[in-house]
């Protein structure tokens, strides 16, 4: 199980997800350009010594994540989680070899990216209202992701 994020904004909310990551150990990709330098103290401070006890794969641009991905013999799943989705994540089946994807803050994901993905998930919210922040997101969709998975379990044994 990994977590994308596609031209993260906000480096609090980056550094909460890289936290999350390295506490239940998930290896992180930023696919790049981010909105800020990684030496921001936001992120630094929202991370907190969090940051040396997780992978973070770097990629330089969305190709260059796609190159990566297709050299893992394509069994990379790529699940996006957007509020454009049609079906629920509660609804859907995680791998293990999944790559949970999240999109910019201020835009999500351009339609190209969309269309890559090989699922389009959504996190139902109450009518009228926009969505959750992409770190609690991201809580909410890992942590279903491992609980299907086992993975979880694993983790904590």
Known sequence: MRIALFQPDIPQ?????????????VEAHI???AGF??????????????LDQVT???HDS????QQWRAGNGGRLRLVLFTTKGAR????HHYADTDILL?????AGV??????????RLVIPVRAGLRSLNVAMAAAMALGEALRQTKLAQERIS
């Open 13 to 25: 909310n980056t550094g909460t997800i890289l936290r999350l990551c390295a506490c239940l150990d």
């Open 31 to 33: 696919i790049e350009p």
């Open 37 to 50: 330098p990684v030496s921001d103290r936001h992120f630094r401070r929202a991370g907190m010594d969090y």
């Open 56 to 58: 973070i794969v770097r």
């Open 62 to 65: 969305w190709p260059r994540f």
């Open 88 to 91: 629920s994540y509660l609804d």
């Open 102 to 106: 999240f999109g910019r803050e201020s």
């Open 110 to 119: 351009p339609d190209a990216i969309a269309a890559a993905a090989d699922a």
